[in-house]
């Protein structure tokens, strides 16, 4: 079945620091992937996407590639802010070859970023 | 325009009672999925409701139930409540066109707590 694998928290980083969050994911078809984050007690929002293999997804500072032939969407900013301190959570939403439903994501475990000033 | 809206934000209830948690969409949104959110789990899929008709459907027991409403409000339904349902319970909505890719967007969800 479909999943994804996001690398396990908490990460904790020094404002300003490069961060990266590895994202893998296992499905059939061609599915959308997706950057969440969730802020402390509010719901999660969406902070990048890529509906196709080689997109970039980017918002805020940070980007995201769909790379199909390594099935990986990793999370990227050149530099944190304590404000960027939250969870992040990667998703797939399993689709046809001509788009499809989103309301059923698949999310990963969700990876807790603390950044220290 | 509003966000997505869901109420109430917190619930305590004992075991074997049961529970309606409601939510309304963003206006303009024909599609509602709702989400459990445990430390253990993670985010699960429980079902999603599109033009009152409920259109995909995840792994969780039958005393898990929703409905949609005309309006695209919705609401679910747990019955028989055990401890193990206490978990922050996410709605989402997007306008459910699939040429379009629409994003979800979620509300800040309703923790439910059993006792």
């Known amino acids: 079945g479909n999943s994804v694998t996001q690398m396990e928290g908490p990460v904790t980083l020094s404002e300003e620091a490069f961060l990266t969050i590895n994202c893998t994911y296992t499905?059939?078809?061609?599915?959308?992937l997706f950057w969440y984050v969730q802020y402390p007690g509010e719901g999660l929002q969406l902070l990048l996407k890529a509906t196709k293999a080689d997109d970039k997804g980017s918002n805020k500072g940070f980007e995201a590639t769909y790379r199909k032939e390594t099935t990986s969407f990793h999370l990227e900013k050149g530099s944190v802010q304590v404000s960027d301190s939250a969870v992040y959570f990667c998703?797939?939403?399993?689709?046809?070859?001509?788009?499809?439903?989103?309301?059923?994501?698949?999310f990963g475990k969700g990876t807790k970023l603390s950044v220290k000033p | 325009k509003a966000g997505v809206t869901q109420t109430p934000r917190y619930l305590i209830k004992t075991r074997g009672q049961q529970v309606t948690l409601s939510c309304s969409p963003i206006?303009?949104?024909?599609?509602v999925s709702w989400y459990q959110q445990t430390p253990g789990q993670g985010l699960q899929f429980l079902f999603e409701y599109f033009s009152e008709t409920q259109r995909n459907k995840g792994n969780f027991p039958g005393r898990f139930s929703g409905r949609q409403f005309s309006n695209s409000r919705s609401e679910m339904n747990v019955s028989t409540l055990e401890l193990g349902d206490s978990a922050l319970y996410l709605c989402a909505s997007h306008y459910g066109d699939e040429a379009y890719n629409s994003p979800l967007h979620f509300g800040n969800g309703t923790r439910l707590t059993v006792t």
């Open positions: 998703a797939l939403s399993d689709k046809g070859d001509y788009g499809g439903s989103q309301g059923n994501l698949i």
């Open positions: 499905a059939t078809g061609y599915p959308s």
């Open positions: 206006s303009g949104h024909r599609s």
